[in-house]
């Protein structure tokens, strides 16, 4: 267990007095916990789908967010971690009757307590708003861009790559997604490419939402070596004026996805169709802007979305016209919900402002765990494929936290 304690300049007293409640209850909350303190804030976690089980090593895309202060560092990087499952410390002989807990054998070797860093790869253009690996082929990497690019990375080919250019100066990447007539030079002007998602179903296909409220998709099956930067899109359409923050693919199905707009907008699109909206929510069940929305991976009818406001919503997609399924309130804006890929029930909210996780069963309307452990706002966070309960998450203090909360808290609750 690592909780180093982040750099308190800037941070109100009120969350530095919550914070050190959180750190003397650690032992109590968590199975694990490993907390990590990075030069620049990451926007963007997400667990690869591999796990080395003989050191119990996991890896996790993260990225370095500038805000445009120093582009030279703008990455995105791939880590590694282990949370050391694989060491057997249940032998009677490793129980101390002092600390009242099992510890290791002197003779035993630990891997790293901090993130190990595999690969780096400088981000080409603006900043780094999101990024994502492919279902299909977790090696190629999409990256969002401030700028409205979305840059697409071979993993395997850092170190011995082949190097674009872009500016004054040689920038890796495998293609450029971008329409001519929307990238900027100037990325004050208001249109990044906000959100990204692959489809499960259908290999090659991006979904991508922008801050001018346009929605594309992009096929990387007309991807040519010859010609990296694709500017022709499989399907391109304006949402929401106001600008559309989030699309999400239904992840058992390859023509229907999800998208939400900052004028409380929420809708479901079909591919196959002419017209691809299909049903769209009434606003006045989310407020401040949907931020966030994802299928159920077991049920792919149900759909779950977060707004600006915090109210959180379950909705039937077969009858989006009607009230929600359920509500229940994060109580401050939601940046990111995440269902678990492992437990049916299961959701997790990452606090925009509050700097809190929650982890609800949507079967109630009360969070199972709260995890306090950053200071300023999550920005992104992950359910792991193998550990039913492990998540990672990143926030504006620049900490990303990999933890597991104590199972006699969220299974017996």
């Known amino acids: 267990m690592s909780a180093e304690n982040p750099e308190l300049s800037n941070i109100p007293q009120e969350l530095q007095e919550r914070y050190s409640h959180w750190k003397k209850n650690t032992k109590l909350l968590y199975d694990y916990l490993n907390t990590n303190t990075a030069k620049w804030p990451s926007l963007t976690c997400q667990f690869f789908p591999d796990l080395d089980t003989s050191t119990d090593m996991h890896r996790i895309l993260l990225s370095s967010f500038t805000s445009s202060q120093l582009p030279e560092d703008e990455s995105i990087y791939i880590v590694g971690i282990s949370t050391m499952k694989h060491l057997n410390w249940s032998s009677l002989n490793n129980f101390d009757i002092d600390a009242m807990e099992f510890l290791p054998e002197t003779s035993t070797k630990f891997p790293s307590k901090q993130l190990t860093t595999d690969v780096t790869i400088k981000f080409p253009n603006g900043d780094c708003n999101t990024a994502r690996y492919a279902p299909q082929n977790p090696d190629l990497i999409a990256g969002a861009s401030s700028n409205g690019s979305i840059y697409i990375f071979n993993r395997t080919k850092h170190g011995s790559r082949r190097l674009r250019h872009g500016g004054d100066e040689g920038l890796a990447y495998e293609a450029r997604l971008y329409s001519e007539s929307n990238v900027v030079e100037n990325i004050e002007q208001d249109y990044e ?171 109630s309307s009360e969070p199972l765990f709260v995890h306090g452990g950053h200071m300023l706002g999550v920005n992104d966070i992950s359910w792991n494929a193998h550990d039913p309960w492990l998540m990672c998450s990143v926030a504006n203090d620049n900490t990303t936290h990999i933890w597991r909360p104590a199972l006699n808290l969220v299974e017996e609750a």
């Open 193 to 363: 490419a906000l959100s990204i998602d692959w489809n499960k179903q259908k290999e090659g296909l991006l979904l991508s939402s922008y801050s001018n409220g346009d929605i594309k998709i992009w096929d990387m099956n007309m991807f040519s070596a010859k010609n990296p930067e694709i500017t022709k899109t499989k399907h391109n359409l304006t949402y929401d004026a106001a600008g559309t923050n989030c699309v999400s693919w239904m992840q058992t199905h390859d023509s229907l996805f999800a998208a939400g707009g900052e004028s409380n907008k929420l809708s479901i699109f079909d591919t196959r169709k002419q017209k691809l909206e299909t049903n769209t929510i009434n606003r006045e069940y989310h407020s401040d802007g949907i931020n966030t929305c994802q299928f159920n991976p077991f049920n792919s009818l149900l759909l779950a979305s977060a707004d600006g406001f915090g109210r959180v919503n379950l909705w039937d997609i077969r009858q989006l016209n009607n009230e929600p399924l359920t509500s229940f309130n994060h109580d401050s804006s939601v940046s990111m919900l995440q269902w678990n890929p492992n437990l049916e029930t299961i959701l997790a909210t990452a606090g925009q402002e509050d700097g809190l996780v929650k982890l609800w069963d949507t079967s």
